[in-house]
């Protein structure tokens, strides 16, 4: 069993920074692919941005130059630096892993996060 555990987020003022972290857990023999997701009610859930093991980056377009993924494979981590924040980046988000586990390449989900950007 793998777990996603999310940590940070909060309440941030518009044109403030916000850190996102996201811990893996349990047995597996490696991680693939990383990343941020984000869903505000009543909308589908967005991909934020990307990052592979060798730690190649995507982002989205409302995202680029504001937000930087990152991650650490030694300690089964990814990060997820917000500045700049502006009100519709109000959402939970979501860290999404590919997991290499005894069975295959499985998709685990964390449970998410609050962020909240208002004055």
């Known amino acids: 069993q793998v777990q996603l555990v999310e940590s940070g987020g909060g309440l941030a003022q518009p044109g403030g920074s916000l850190g996102l972290s996201c811990l893996a857990s349990?047995?597996?023999?490696?991680?693939?692919?990383m990343g941020w997701h984000r869903q505000t009610p009543g909308r589908q859930r967005e991909l934020v941005a990307t990052?592979?093991?060798?730690?190649?980056?995507n982002y989205a377009d409302s995202v680029k130059g504001r937000f930087t993924i990152s991650r650490d494979n030694a300690k089964n981590s990814m990060y997820l630096q917000m500045n700049g924040l502006k009100p519709e980046d109000t959402a939970v988000y979501y860290c999404?892993?590919?997991?290499?586990?005894?069975?295959?390449?499985?998709?685990?989900w964390g449970q998410g996060t609050q962020v909240t950007v208002s004055s």
């Open positions: 990052i592979t093991r060798g730690g190649i980056a």
């Open positions: 999404n892993s590919n997991v290499w586990i005894a069975s295959g390449n499985v998709d685990y």
């Open positions: 349990g047995t597996f023999f490696s991680i693939n692919d």
